[in-house]
Nanobody, 123 residues
Framework: QLQLTESGGGMVQTGGSLRLSCTAS????????MGWFRQAPEKAREFVAT????????VYADSVKGRFTISRDNAKNTVYLQMNSLKPEDTAVYYC????????????????WGQGTQVTVSS
């Protein structure tokens, strides 16, 4: 059982940066792949990035590739999402999620979810 808590959201201007954190409680964090997803108002939840249990195989949505970086620190039970060159279309609630071992783009493949953190990018 994992409990996930996101932090680091906020409001920034276009071109700005934010770093989201997701901290897990539970002894098996290091065995879980982690993903970041986002949901804008009146839109479906969409994949952002994922990383395997060992920090390898980082995969990104095309819309964020080259701007966002996912990383993890298993010693701190934390996964990060560094977001640079932010655009208004990045505005959404960002969620972290966990699943055993290997990452996946499909939200339905994840077993544990955080409560989300709001990111707002003003133009």
């Amino acid at each position: 059982q994992l409990q996930l808590t996101e932090s680091g959201g906020g409001m920034v201007q276009t071109g700005g940066s934010l770093r989201l954190s997701c901290t897990a409680s539970g002894p098996t964090f290091s065995n879980h792949a982690m993903g970041w997803f986002r949901q804008a108002p009146e839109k479906a939840r969409e994949f952002v990035a994922t990383v395997d249990w060992n920090g390898g195989n980082a995969v990104y949505a095309d819309s964020v590739k080259g701007r966002f970086t996912i990383s993890r620190d298993n010693a701190k039970n934390t996964v990060y999402l560094q977001m640079n060159s932010l655009k208004p279309e990045d505005t959404a609630v960002y969620y972290c999620a966990a699943r055993w071992a290997a990452g996946n783009r499909d939200a339905y493949m994840y077993d544990y979810w955080g409560q989300g953190t709001q990111v707002t990018v003003s133009s």
